[in-house]
């Protein structure tokens, strides 16, 4: 049977205004989970676009900040390198300046992935992390309220890399996945676990993703070339925050600035 999927993209004229839409996207977002089960749990992708969306976040000149429920907020990671949260590569550090330094978040709250210890290692106190948080049990996975992801000129996301192990991968929560083309390993949340999430989303910005967002959204299905069409979510909707540039070579958009593609497999 065929599998169905709306895809949603809405397009902002430059990397502000997509960090504001974020930004705003983010409290929307929360504020439904926290109405409709008290809490929120989100996990978050590092690199510049969401480096800029949590800088707007955090902005105490801005309305988001006073509305996003903070207290009953729980905060994950998508993916992290395999450096100390110090590192100026770990993506945890990127959102600590950008986002955790500001805002009333106690420690509890930040679930991160310890990329300072052995891949394997990493990958299994994550997972672990997420069993006890979620509180699942045997094969239950987790079920985020949004999930926040960026797309890489090879067609990535999170840490799933054209031709490497998790693309594949369908039992774990989370995983280390080596990276020939870096000579790098990343600790990852699994595709099938970001499906599962009650909300997704891309943020990608920038003409240099044109191509490459053309032929996730558009192109034959390929996922071992291209690991983001690996993105399917259970809900049967897929949202993206675009820049102009980043969206010039899909469909036009409507008068509100809001795009709309079926895509089936």
Known sequence: MAKRLTVKYYVEADPAALARRAAQYFV??????????GCVRIAISGGSTPKAAFEALADP???????MPWGKLELFWVDERCVPPG??????????????????????????????????????RYESELRNS???????????????????????TASIFPHTAAVHELGRLAVANHLPQKDAW???????????????????????????????????????RLPSQLIWPSSGILSLI????????????????????????
């Not at 000149?61 to 509305?67: D, G, I, K, L, V």
């Not at 979620?134 to 990535?156: C, Y």
């Open 87 to 124: 590192d100026a590569e770990s993506n945890y550090r990127m959102t600590r300046e950008a986002l955790l330094d500001h805002v009333p978040l106690r420690p509890e709250q930040i679930h991160r992935i310890e990329g300072e210890l052995e891949p394997e290692v990493a990958a299994a």
């Open 186 to 224: 990343r600790i990852t949340l699994t595709w099938p676990v970001i499906n599962h999430a009650r909300s997704v989303f891309f943020l990608v910005a920038g003409r240099e993703k044109a191509e490459i967002l053309r032929e996730v959204l558009m192109g034959p299905y390929d996922p071992e």
């Open 134 to 156: 979620f509180r699942l049990e045997g094969a239950e996975s987790p079920r985020f309220d949004l999930v926040a992801l960026g797309m890489g000129n090879d067609g990535h």
């Open 61 to 67: 000149n801005q309305p988001w900040r006073s509305r």
């Open 242 to 265: 675009l820049d102009q540039d980043a969206a010039v070579l899909l469909p036009a958009t409507d008068k509100d600035g809001c795009g709309v593609l079926e895509r089936e497999r």
């Open 28 to 37: 929307e977002m929360a504020g439904e989970a926290v109405a409709a089960q």
